[in-house]
């Protein structure tokens, strides 16, 4: 179907309905953007501060702590997080949500995407699930129009999205010729106005109506593939208004252009500024070309922890109604990126596959790394969205952050995929309990049992009978000390009942070192006092011509978390890391 | 039953983002049942007797206070929805364009002339329409006959209309696009049914939820059969 069909007159008529349903549209997508955003924070608020002992059973979304028998909470049926009966919303009268899985429930209603989701249904194949069918032919519309503009040649607003040599070389090229620029300088006023009459059927003054510029904003850049146009000679271009516009343009790819930049390869960052430049001198033929890229959008994802493994596991279902990452040519070749923030180096980032020509791309990817439980609690996750362009150009679409520290890996009914609505850039991660991060350790735990020493998969360790706890030090990462000194580390384990162990190791030159060196041993603990018990860690730098030596980091590793992996495999090495906390006062050691 | 909606602060601030939900209902029936004049009616509370045929299609917008009502049985709270109100052209000619819009829309407007029989008979094939282009199989539809207050030219008798509305299972309202008898309370009707099927599909439980989440439904604990706390 199309409106090539209709009269030309019908077909004025159509359209301006159409625009009229444009206008509606921007107004209810900005308030499902708010709605999302809302949402949001709201799951921000709820995530659990750090300061608690894990294994204490607090509500997820107050922190109220719950008793064992008074109050005791009940699980939400939707995030399976344990709530108290103050952060509860009923549905109906058999059935309650805690406050953010409302929420949620709530924007999907609001947002129509209740509507988008059974249409899908019905309808699976359709690729434009989240286009309006009024979306759809007036773009297909203005595609045909014969109102058109005649590209500038050569055109450095196509530029934008290329790998900056070559920015620069057609910015070069522009600059040596200015013909071609003028030119298209006289085109777009031309079609400008052209435009304006059609809209406003009044042959009038177009200066009393700048207003309409607006209207009409976005659909140049669709119809720039487009040839000729004819015009009337008699038409007054309006300078001012132009010129207005173009200004704020170019204000407004400032910023959407740092948007794009994110935190993508920095080698992109100093062909940004190529381009900023290279923009404010072609102002006039700027016009129309980005139309602010705006997130939107969903993600999918689950979590999950694997304690046998001691593996972070995040699955990556899919992307639904992402934007264009090249909003001109309507393409979309999205991956998905996960970072355990605060940490953003290379060797930790995990990525999924680029899925060509999408908007709801199906990842169904599974991302590992490996890294302790104790430290997730400290972590957020960050997955954003990409459009990958070429190599080096990358398009940011959105992101998701979720703090693990509330996260109850422990459950297995916290590992389903869930939609999470896709943000903006955000500065700084709200994480909260985000630390100073010196450096990280590396271990492996075991607990064994003395009197069973022999029976080697014998998993039956009574809580009473008293065994043996073996630390072994494998290793520090990022650790930034000079490179010639020495270092012990100094185990200090606090067993309920105001007991203490310490154990240091020897000291030992920098460089690839026994592991035996390494061990701390603590004997004669029962299971039942490691349930309760914290092992602190410190590294120490030793330094043989000085007074004192120096304390680096801090790591500790506390409760269920260091209990759990030895209790489910006792008599099995298990490997940890932990985060190292840089030292702020020096101690002796 | 949900309270009826209100007329909002009749400022001309339709053009903000400040409602809670954004409802998209239709109309469709033959040419010169009065689909137009109907909304004319419920949103501006005009008469327009003139016939001008529709060209395509056309919206009109109101806001409304919708009530719902809560779980527990009392008055529940209150939200601003904005309803753009889709008319189609009810002529042969256009009929690609308009059934093509039918996918957009979440509820819809059956409308047939009391004063014509064709047209009663033709609602049979709106339904068929309907069922195939709508977002799903069984979308919310009300049945109206308008042109009631034409009561000396009637040619469809309402236990016929009923009959038909209730195979379908559907609400039946006659109403007077001329009068206004009974058109707020077709479109409150149909408002309530979309409002009631949006809870509906959110709140399907684990059935559905195969396609990828079932696991954490299927897994979670027993939830404590504690009575709800509000
Ligand atoms: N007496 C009376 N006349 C009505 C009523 N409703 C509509 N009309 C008249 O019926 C004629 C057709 O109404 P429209 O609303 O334009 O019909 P339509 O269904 O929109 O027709 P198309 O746009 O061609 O599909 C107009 O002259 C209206 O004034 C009514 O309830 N009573
Ligand atoms: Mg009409
Ligand atoms: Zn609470
Ligand atoms: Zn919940």
Redo the contacts between chains.
């Keep these: ?1 199309d ?1 090539s069909l ?1 009269q030309a007159l ?1 077909r004025e ?2 359209l301006e ?1 159409l625009q ?2 444009k ?2 549209r921007s ?2 997508e ?2 499902i953007r ?1 709605l999302k955003l809302e949402l949001q924070e709201l799951r921000r608020r709820g995530a659990k501060s750090f300061c608690r002992q894990y294994s204490e059973r607090t509500c997820a979304r107050c922190q109220r702590p719950l008793g064992k028998f008074w109050n005791s909470g ?2 939400c ?1 939707g995030c ?1 997080h344990r709530i108290c ?2 952060c ?9 949500k805690c406050t953010v899985c409302h929420a949620y ?1 709530d924007v ?3 947002s ?1 995407e ?2 988008m ?3 899908a ?3 699976p194949r359709e690729t434009d699930k989240h286009d ?3 979306e759809i ?1 007036l773009r297909s519309y203005q595609r045909l129009s014969y109102i058109a503009i005649v590209p500038p040649t050569p055109p450095p607003v196509q530029n934008v999205f290329t790998p900056p040599f070559n920015r620069l070389s057609s910015w070069k090229n522009s600059k040596g010729s200015p013909k071609p620029f003028t030119k298209s300088m006289e085109d777009l006023m031309m079609s400008f106005t052209t435009r304006i009459k059609k809209i406003s059927k009044s042959q009038e003054d177009v200066r009393a109506e700048p207003d309409l510029l607006t209207v009409e904003h976005g659909s140049i850049d669709r119809s720039q593939s487009d040839t000729a146009i004819n015009i009337s000679a008699n038409q007054v271009p309006c300078f001012q208004s132009l010129f207005k516009r173009s200004k704020e343009q170019v204000q407004e790819r400032r910023r959407s252009s740092s948007a794009l930049c994110g935190d993508e390869d920095t080698s992109q960052s100093s062909g940004y500024s190529g381009e900023k430049r290279g923009s404010s001198s072609s102002t006039s033929t700027d016009c129309g070309l980005i139309e602010s890229s705006g997130v939107t959008g969903e993600l ?1 994802l ?1 979590l999950a922890y694997s304690f046998s493994s001691s593996c972070f596991e995040v699955v990556v ?1 899919a992307c639904r109604n992402l934007t264009h990452g090249d909003t001109k040519k309507k393409k979309c070749h999205p991956y998905v990126k996960v970072y355990l923030l605060p940490d953003k180096s290379q060797s930790t980032k995990m990525k999924t596959a680029v899925i060509k020509n999408t908007t709801d791309p199906i990842f169904q990817e599974t991302l590992q790394r490996s890294i302790a439980r104790e430290l997730l609690a400290s972590r957020t996750l960050q997955a954003s969205v990409w459009h990958s362009e070429t190599l080096r150009r990358k398009v940011f679409l959105g992101e998701v952050l979720i703090p693990l520290d509330s996260w109850r890996f422990e459950d ?7 939609w999470y609505p896709l943000c903006p850039k955000t500065e700084q991660p709200q994480g909260g309990s985000v630390e100073q991060v010196a450096g990280e350790l590396l271990l492996r735990v075991k607990f064994s049992s003395l009197t069973q020493i022999c029976k080697l998969n014998s998993t039956g360790i009574g809580p009473y009978e008293v065994g043996q706890f073996t630390v072994v030090i494998i290793g520090v990462q990022n650790l930034s000390s000079s490179k010639h000194t020495s270092s012990f580390i100094k185990g200090c384990l606090a067993l309920p009942g105001e007991r203490e162990m310490v154990q240091r190791t020897p000291v030992v030159k920098k460089g690839p070192s026994p592991a035996q060196a390494h061990q701390l041993t603590f004997s004669r603990v029962t299971p039942h006092e490691l349930q309760d018990a914290s092992l602190q860690l410190e590294v120490w730098e030793h330094a043989p011509f000085s007074v004192a030596d120096k304390l680096q980091g801090t790591a500790t590793l506390h409760g269920g978390l260091l209990w759990q992996p030895l209790q489910q495999a006792p008599n099995v090495w298990h490997s940890v890391s932990l985060p190292l906390r840089a030292n702020i006062n020096n101690r002796k050691p | 039953m949900s309270q009826f909606p209100e007329r909002f602060s009749a400022g001309s601030t339709m053009t903000d983002g400040d409602y809670d939900y954004l409802i998209k209902l239709l109309a469709l029936g033959d040419s010169g049942v009065g689909k137009t004049t109907f909304l004319y009616r419920y949103t501006d509370n005009k008469f327009n007797p003139k016939f001008i045929t529709t060209v395509g299609i056309d919206f009109r917008e109101k806001r409304v206070v919708y009530t719902a009502n809560s779980p527990n049985g009392t008055t529940g709270k209150s939200f601003k929805v904005h309803l753009q109100l889709w008319d189609t052209a009810g002529q042969e000619r256009f009929r690609s364009l308009t059934t093509a819009f039918f996918r957009d829309a979440m509820g819809f407007l059956l409308m047939f002339d009391l004063t014509s029989q064709q047209s009663f008979l033709n609602v049979r094939n709106w339904m068929s329409q309907l069922q195939a282009n709508a977002y799903c199989e069984n979308p919310d539809i009300v049945l109206v006959g308008n042109k009631a207050d034409l009561a000396d030219q009637r040619e469809v008798q309402e236990k016929q209309a009923k009959e038909l509305a209730d195979k379908y299972g559907i609400p039946y309202f006659e109403t007077s696009a001329a009068t206004g008898t009974e058109v707020d309370k077709a479109v409150v009707t149909l408002l309530d049914l979309v409002m009631k099927r949006m809870e509906q599909c959110v709140d399907k439980p684990a059935l559905d939820a195969q396609n990828g989440e079932g696991t954490s439904k299927l897994d979670a604990p027993p939830v404590n059969e504690k009575k709800c706390a509000c």
């Design positions: 179907m409106l209709l019908e008529k159509v309905v009229r349903d206008t509606l107004v209810e900005d308030r708010r009940a699980v049926r399976s009966s103050k509860r919303v009923c549905v109906s009268p058999h059935e309650w429930r999907k209603i609001k129509g209740w509507f989701e059974e249409r249904k019905k309808f309006t069918i009024g032919l999918e689950a279902g297995s009914s916290t590992q389903g995929l869930m």
